[in-house]
Antibody
Framework: EVQLVQSGAEVKKPGESLKISCKGS????????IGWVRQMPGKGLEWMGI????????RYSPSFQGQVTISADKSINTAYLQWSSLKASDTAMYYC??????????????????WGQGTLVTVSS | DIQMTQSPSSLSASVGDTVTITCRAS??????LNWYQQKPGKAPKLLIY???SLQSGVPSRFSGSGSGTDFTLTISSLQPEDFATYYC?????????FGQGTKLEIK
C-alpha cells in the first residue's frame, strides 16, 4: 500500500528556519516524482514544486522559487520542504503528494495520485 | 503560468441530484486536466485524470469531459459523502496550477 507520512505540526516565530518531511513507503521511492502543495487557511491549493528522488531533479513554481527548498534523501525514502527564514504569510497546511511517473514525466501523468496527511505550519510572534 | 477558473465557486444541491462543475483554462491544455475532491480537514483525493479517466476506486457517478480550454466534472445521483470542495488542476505545463475550488453544499 502506497503511503506518504508527513511530520507533525509546527509552531514557529518569524525569522526561524524549518524543515518538514514526507516519508514514502509501499512503492519504489526513487522512481516517482513527489510534489508539495500549499493550502493557506480557508483557501485553495497551490502547486509549489516537485522533486525526482532518483536524481534530485527539482522544479519550482515561480511563485515559490527562492522562497523554499525542496530536497530528498533517497536512503531513507524521505522528501523535505524547508524555509530559511519563515514569515507569518507561510502559515498554511502543506501537503506532499506523489506523481504516478518517474524520470521523463509526461503531461498526462503529472497529477497527484497519493497524498500525505498534511503538515500544519503556524508562524506567529 | 496557466490560469484555471472554476465555476461556480459554490453550489447547493440535494441528495440524488446531478451537478456539473466547470473549469476553464487560460490557454489550451489539450486533455491534461485533473479533478480532486477535498473534505474538511482532509487531504485532497484524486477523482479524474487526463480529463475523463476515472481513478481506481472512485465511484462511477463521477465523470469528466472536455478538451482544449473547457472542462466539466459531473456528479450523478449525489450521495451524502459527495458534499465537499472540488478542484481542477492542469498538468499541461509546470507549475501545475489549480482552480480556486468549488464548494458543493447540501441544500
Amino acid at each position: 500500500e502506497v503511503q506518504l507520512v508527513q511530520s507533525g505540526a509546527e509552531v514557529k516565530k518569524p525569522g526561524e528556519s524549518l524543515k518538514i518531511s514526507c516519508k514514502g513507503s509501499g512503492y519504489s521511492f526513487t522512481s516517482y516524482w513527489i510534489g508539495w502543495v500549499r493550502q493557506m487557511p480557508g483557501k485553495g491549493l497551490e502547486w509549489m514544486g516537485i522533486i525526482y528522488p532518483g536524481d534530485s531533479d527539482t522544479r519550482y513554481s515561480p511563485s515559490f522559487q527562492g522562497q523554499v527548498t525542496i530536497s530528498a534523501d533517497k536512503s531513507i525514502n524521505t522528501a523535505y520542504l524547508q524555509w530559511s527564514s519563515l514569515k507569518a504569510s507561510d502559515t498554511a497546511m502543506y501537503y506532499c503528494a506523489r506523481l504516478p511517473c518517474g524520470g521523463d514525466c509526461y503531461s498526462q501523468e503529472r497529477y497527484f495520485d497519493y497524498w500525505g496527511q498534511g503538515t500544519l505550519v503556524t508562524v506567529s510572534s | 503560468d496557466i490560469q484555471m477558473t472554476q465555476s461556480p465557486s459554490s453550489l447547493s444541491a440535494s441528495v440524488g441530484d446531478t451537478v456539473t462543475i466547470t473549469c476553464r483554462a487560460s490557454q489550451s491544455i489539450s486533455s491534461y486536466l485533473n479533478w480532486y475532491q477535498q473534505k474538511p480537514g482532509k487531504a485532497p483525493k484524486l477523482l479524474i485524470y487526463a480529463a475523463s479517466s476515472l481513478q481506481s476506486g472512485v465511484p462511477s457517478r463521477f465523470s469528466g469531459s472536455g478538451s482544449g480550454t473547457d472542462f466539466t466534472l459531473t456528479i450523478s445521483s449525489l450521495q451524502p459523502e459527495d458534499f465537499a470542495t472540488y478542484y481542477c488542476q492542469q498538468s499541461y505545463s509546470t507549475p501545475g496550477t489549480f482552480g480556486q475550488g468549488t464548494k458543493l453544499e447540501i441544500k
